[in-house]
Nanobody
């Protein structure tokens, strides 16, 4: 079964930090580009960060560049999002997304999401 499971969300004060984790299973993780998206209340889901199969191939939504870092550990089938200097506008549900490689093709796959709330 192809699956992504996120963890690490929660309530944090402005200027605080959180680290999200996403564990993949049922597909070849090392061949699968990974992304983090977020959806704020009343808004569309947006791409926050992306990492290719090469660990140094990253890109970020401009508002998070310099504050968030995406990384991956292929040995653990896990992608991380380190979020520093969090602001209230970072509040939302954060989703892990994979271009999951299985069956000789890439398949868009989503996790269930984890809530991040930034508030004093």
């Amino acid at each position: 079964q192809v699956q992504l499971v996120e963890s690490g969300g929660g309530l944090v004060q402005p200027e605080g930090s959180l680290r999200l984790s996403c564990v993949g299973s049922g597909f070849t993780f090392s061949r699968s580009p990974m992304s983090w998206y977020r959806q704020a209340p009343g808004k569309e889901r947006e791409l926050v960060a992306h990492i290719g199969t090469a660990e140094d191939a990253t890109n970020y939504e401009p508002a998070v560049k310099g504050r968030f870092t995406i990384s991956r550990d292929n040995g653990k089938n896990t992608v991380y999002l380190q979020m520093n200097r969090l602001q209230t506008h970072d509040t939302g549900v954060y989703y892990c997304q994979a271009a999951a490689w299985y069956g000789n093709n890439w398949h868009p796959t989503w996790g269930q999401g984890t809530q991040v709330t930034v508030s004093s």
